[in-house]
Nanobody
Framework: QVQLVESGGGLVQAGGSLTLSCAAS????????LGWFRQAPGKERGFVAT????????SYADSVKGRFAISRDDAKNMVYLEMKSLRPEDTAVYYC????????????????WGQGTQVTVSS
């Protein structure tokens, strides 16, 4: 399994911005589809964004379209999530994930996960 480590979370006020990073180990990073998911207290883990291997396809949850952007740097084995215009409802633990199989918005399709990083948006 690919090892993934998220960073960049923190406490921000509504309307602010954060960029999350996820570092991966291994030689196969470029062959993986990547995703970001989040889980708020009392809720199930939900889809945020995905990017395909090669970076030519992306997909976003409706709630973050126009505010979040996913990107990858295969030379550095990194995936990023740029978050702008943050809202209190964005508060959650954010996880990066990877799969070598199907490109998907479903968490169950991903077989490698980071430990999560907390994002808290205050109002």
């Amino acid at each position: 399994q690919v090892q993934l480590v998220e960073s960049g979370g923190g406490l921000v006020q509504a309307g602010g911005s954060l960029t999350l990073s996820c570092a991966a180990s291994g030689r196969t990073f470029g062959s993986l589809h990547l995703g970001w998911f989040r889980q708020a207290p009392g809720k199930e883990r939900g889809f945020v964004a995905t990017i395909s291997r090669g970076g030519y396809m992306t997909s976003y949850a409706d709630s973050v379209k126009g505010r979040f952007a996913i990107s990858r740097d295969d030379a550095k084995n990194m995936v990023y999530l740029e978050m702008k215009s943050l809202r209190p409802e964005d508060t959650a633990v954010y996880y990066c994930a990877a799969t070598g199989a199907n490109w998907s918005r479903r968490a169950v399709e991903y077989n490698s996960w980071g430990q999560g990083t907390q994002v808290t948006v205050s109002s």
